[in-house]
């Protein structure tokens, strides 16, 4: 079997090639995507050569992990149809000594059926977002957490994250967000500049912008006892001074990818009209396109989340 997938073979050396699958068995499915996702957190970071050395990446790397099709091959173990619509988070699936730990950008995809969500057909590209509305989730529900009172960056993360804590029954957070153009696109929320937010009580301040040398100003805004939760991905290391936090009595806590549980309540939430992913995406573009794509998505502030368009591709 072959396939047409995005290949990194360095930092910003992308294009498209044909490359073969592995061959299916009686658990896998064959997923013909119609809609992939840019993700500008590791995505952009291996893109850009960034990346810190992460145990099984590398280059020649097909990215993305957040991918919506079609099931066109379904094994006989799969409990899965032909025709069915589906959510599949990335797939190591490429034959060579092409990293697919990511895996998602490609028109086929081979993957466990254990590891995809069935999804709504008429939910189009907004489908290729569940992953990351899944992460903004896991953020939220983990052991012994708080929702935001603050949230620092009005991306697509923040954003869910902002989303989610009103579907939760929260009280409407504050977000801060630097950029002016990406202030606008709130309900229920306010987004304000940081120099203009004159609190300093706040009990648990999600970062959602992965910014370098933000801990010191969050940790100025926590009341006593305060929680910060990173939630973006730092590719430096993360510094704070300890006089400071000592008096605030602070705590801090890492919030990383989704849990199979995760996107499970996510679709719920999607499904009963709680949780709404419109607005979101402010690009597409078709994968014969990728490499201005994505190029696009890591330089463009105006660009929220960019998706790849595989319908017209064969």
């Known amino acids: 079997m072959q396939t047409t997938a995005v290949i990194l073979h360095g930092a910003r050396e992308l294009g498209l090639e044909s490359l073969g699958l592995t061959a299916p068995g009686p658990e ?9 996702g840019i993700s500008t957190g590791t995505e952009k970071l291996f893109w850009s050569g960034t990346m ?21 091959e379904a094994g006989a173990g799969t409990g899965f149809g032909v025709g069915e619509t589906v959510f599949v988070p990335g797939a190591n699936c490429f034959a060579g000594n092409v990293k697919g730990l990511f895996g998602g950008a490609s028109r086929h995809l081979v993957t466990k059926a254990q590891r995809v969500a069935r999804i709504d057909p008429g939910m189009g590209a907004e489908g290729a977002l569940l992953a990351l509305a899944a992460t903004a989730r896991h953020a939220l529900a983990g052991f012994n957490t708080a929702l935001p009172d603050l949230i620092v960056g009005h991306g697509t993360l923040g954003r869910l994250l902002a989303r989610l804590t009103l579907a ?12 002016p153009e990406r202030r606008s696109g709130a309900t229920g929320y306010a987004v304000i500049a940081p120099e203009d937010d004159p609190r300093r009580d706040y009990r648990s301040i999600y970062d959602a912008s992965g910014a370098k040398g933000l801990l010191d100003q969050l940790i100025m805004r926590l009341a006593k006892g305060g929680e910060v939760v990173l939630a973006g991905f730092y590719t430096e290391p993360v510094a704070f001074a300890f006089p400071p ?8 806590r890492i919030a990383s990818e989704w849990a199979p549980e995760d996107l499970v309540a996510t679709r719920a939430l ?11 995406i402010t690009h597409t573009r078709p994968v014969i396109d990728a490499a201005g794509a994505y190029q696009t998505a890591f330089t463009d502030p105006a660009c929220l989340k960019m998706i790849l368009d595989w319908s017209a591709h064969a």
Do not use: C
């Open 52 to 72: 810190p050395p992460f145990p099984g990446m590398g280059y020649p790397l097909v990215p993305g992990y957040e991918a919506a099709g079609r099931v066109v």
């Open 245 to 252: 936090a000592f008096m605030k009595e602070a705590r801090f």
């Open 270 to 280: 999607i499904e009963s009209g709680a949780l709404s992913l419109a607005g979101l």
């Open 168 to 179: 939760a029954g929260g009280k409407p957070p504050t977000v801060w967000e630097v950029n």
């Open 28 to 36: 896998d499915l064959v997923v013909e995507v119609e809609h992939s």
